[in-house]
């Protein structure tokens, strides 16, 4: 009986360990979106010469992996979703301002 009650009490810690490292995670995607958003008004403002298309293009994919993960709560696909909406508006909104300016984004 005390095997299977260690078994449940490891099992119980790993979840909760795999719960702080995707909310780390999403932590993350947060401040590289309003990091990138910092780095595109910079841009925009004429400080910068070439925009941060690798940093975009980066944070694609970690999104993509991110939405792969089956792992994720109902409280975090939620976060996730809300994060990844407000991305997408500033992907828009950038597409837009680069047209306006007369160049294409890659």
Same mark, same amino acid.
């Given at each position: 009986?005390?095997? =299977?009650? %260690? *078994? &449940? $009490?490891?099992?119980?810690?790993?979840?909760?360990?795999? !719960?702080?490292?995707?909310?780390? *995670?999403?932590? #993350?995607?947060? @401040?590289? =979106?309003?990091? &990138? *958003?910092? @780095?595109?008004? =910079?841009?925009? /403002?004429?400080? !910068?010469? +070439?925009?941060? &298309?690798?940093? +975009?293009?980066?944070?694609?994919?970690? =999104?993509? #992996?991110?939405?792969? /993960? +089956? %792992?994720?709560?109902?409280?975090?696909?939620? $976060?996730? /979703?809300?994060? !990844?909406?407000?991305?997408?508006?500033?992907?828009?909104?950038?597409?837009?301002?680069?047209?306006? *300016?007369?160049?294409?984004? !890659?």
């Amino acid at each position: 009986m005390a095997l =299977i009650g %260690n *078994k &449940l $009490y490891r099992d119980l810690q790993s979840k909760g360990d795999e !719960v702080a490292e995707i909310d780390q *995670k999403l932590k #993350r995607l947060e @401040d590289d =979106i309003r990091k &990138l *958003k910092i @780095d595109f008004d =910079i841009y925009f /403002n004429g400080a !910068v010469k +070439r925009a941060p &298309l690798e940093a +975009r293009a980066r944070l694609d994919s970690y =999104i993509k #992996r991110l939405a792969d /993960n +089956r %792992n994720l709560s109902f409280s975090q696909r939620y $976060y996730f /979703n809300t994060l !990844v909406a407000r991305f997408t508006s500033y992907r828009e909104l950038w597409r837009r301002m680069m047209k306006a *300016k007369g160049e294409e984004l !890659v």
